[in-house]
């Protein structure tokens, strides 16, 4: 079974910069694109960010020109990098791997004004 574990959130100052992580197992982690989702409270699920296997990025407008995906394949990992955080970025994010139905526990990012 696909397992993916998220960390890396927490609470920063609007300005300020994470770096999120997402651990994957019980799948072939180079075969599958990733992608970074986040849900505010009250909020669909939205994706933010994907990367393909062969490293084509693609970003939503909200986060675009602020966030970078990246992923290790060696290390069966993906990564969102954030800076410029804003208050209306916080939500829980979660990552998915290949767009199958497994989710991980996401991780709380809160950016304060």
């Known amino acids: 079974q696909v397992q993916l574990v998220e960390s890396g959130g927490g609470l920063v100052q609007a300005g300020g910069s994470l770096r999120l992580s997402c651990a994957v197992s019980?799948?072939?982690?180079?075969?599958?694109?990733m992608a970074w989702y986040r849900q505010a409270p009250g909020k669909q699920r939205e994706l933010v960010a994907r990367?393909?296997?062969?490293?084509?990025?693609n970003y939503s407008d909200a986060v675009k020109g602020r966030f970078t995906i990246s992923r290790d394949n060696a290390k069966s990992t993906a990564y969102l990098q954030m800076t410029s955080l804003k208050p209306e970025d916080t939500a829980v994010y979660y990552c998915?791997?290949?767009?199958?139905?497994?989710w991980g526990q996401g991780t709380q990012v809160t950016v304060s004004s």
């Open positions: 998915n791997a290949g767009g199958g139905p497994f």
């Open positions: 019980g799948t072939t982690f180079n075969l599958k694109a």
């Open positions: 990367i393909t296997v062969g490293g084509t990025r």
